[in-house]
């Protein structure tokens, strides 16, 4: 065997690496999403839901907070098992139906949208794998344009997802993707000047068992994968909160034992967050502050991130959160490339 090959967390490191040129090409290939945004408009959905599972159930999220602020849409979440388990046969009529799956191979999200399209719903998906059976079962599709991912844990694929679908909605809305351009050098500085506050945040938290994951507005979808990945590389016992959930009640559980790790950028979102963590830190919790507005709230470690427009926050604010679980899981003596039990596709039905 190539020694190589056996180091741990080779992949991971060298997928993260690769996400600042990965949202440079991304950025030169929209105007096929924009092509996708047209067709969207010209149907004009009266609603629209979101299909995913695992870290792209995390990327739907930010798409409904999207569509929601930018479209002024209504938006749900999907739970496929309605359609695989129970059957349920809702008209779709004039709904947009958004797939999301970095495989486009699980089956019950195919089952959906197929389920979905055969109901009168304007059916996309978005995937990484142009030639999925999800892309042949929908309408419209998106290609994220990663390449492949060795590692178990998605990052490139996550935060390419997650802008491609801003460059979808934004393209809906009548928008060039004016905002994201700054996006690919944003995210390079981000890794490279973020680094050293990453590895000290390593060191601070290798022993931790418990920790508690928050943010709010478009940040809800960056605290919904960190704690999964740090849960799947590290086998942190990790929870996500919004900042608003966390205070009616499970504010209780936090103490000095507890880890928070709080995304705060530039916002409403971040602003709204000021007050949550007032009352974390008065509780004596750890408070490790990821963001672009890192610096303004109360916090025992903080890891900046540049600033950029706030819907676009969640594409540069996960790659820190990518470095820690890297780090962590190499420091707690695991390989994140292929945590235990896992596998890269998962087939739910």
Same mark, same amino acid.
């Given at each position: 065997? $190539? ?7 080779? !992949? ?12 440079a ?7 096929a ?11 004009r ?12 159930? !995390? ?11 930018l ?30 799956s ?13 389920s ?10 978005v ?26 844990? /998605? ?6 997802t ?36 990453? $590895? ?72 709204a967050?000021?007050?949550?963590? $007032? ?14 507005a890192?610096? $303004? ?11 950029? /427009? ?40």
């Open positions: 065997m $190539d020694p190589m090959t056996a180091t741990p967390g080779r !992949h991971m490191t060298d997928e993260i690496s690769q996400q600042p040129a990965i949202f090409d991304l950025l030169a290939g929209r105007d999403i924009a092509e996708v945004a047209a067709k969207i408009a010209e149907r959905p009266r609603f629209a839901l979101l299909a995913a599972r695992g870290s792209s159930d !995390h990327a739907a999220l930010y798409a409904k907070y999207l569509l929601e602020v479209l002024e849409m209504p938006v749900g979440l999907t739970s496929p098992s309605t359609t695989t388990l129970y059957g349920a046969q809702p008209d779709l009529t004039d709904v947009l139906l958004v797939s999301v970095q495989s486009g191979g699980s089956p019950d999200l195919l089952e959906v949208t197929e979905g399209r055969k109901r009168g719903a304007l059916t996309v998906a995937t990484n794998t142009s030639d999925s059976p999800l892309n042949s079962a929908a309408e419209l599709s998106v290609d994220i344009r990663a390449g492949r991912e060795q590692a178990v844990a /998605a990052t490139k694929t996550y935060s390419a997650l802008l491609a679908l801003y460059l979808l909605v934004d393209a809906v809305r009548g928008g060039t993707g004016a905002d994201a351009e700054p996006i690919p050098e944003l995210a390079a500085t981000a890794l490279d000047a973020g680094q050293k506050a990453v $590895d000290d945040a390593v060191r601070r938290y290798r022993f931790a068992e418990r920790m508690v994951t928050t943010g709010r507005g478009y940040s809800l979808a960056t605290a919904s994968e960190a704690a999964l990945k740090l849960a799947e590389t590290s086998y942190l016992s990790a929870r996500a909160y919004s900042g608003a959930d966390l205070l009616h009640g499970p504010v209780a559980a936090v103490d000095a034992d507890t880890a928070v790790l709080a995304l705060c950028s530039n916002g409403r979102g971040g602003d967050m000021r007050e949550v963590l $007032d009352v974390v830190h008065e509780r004596g919790a750890d408070v490790c502050a990821i963001g672009s890192a610096s $303004d709230v109360p916090a025992s470690h903080r890891i900046p991130v540049p600033a950029c /427009a706030e819907e676009l926050a969640p594409v540069l604010e996960v790659l820190p959160v990518q470095q820690l679980a890297l780090g962590l899981a190499l420091a707690r003596g695991f390989d994140p490339d292929s945590p235990r039990g896992l596998k890269k596709v998962t087939r739910t039905r």
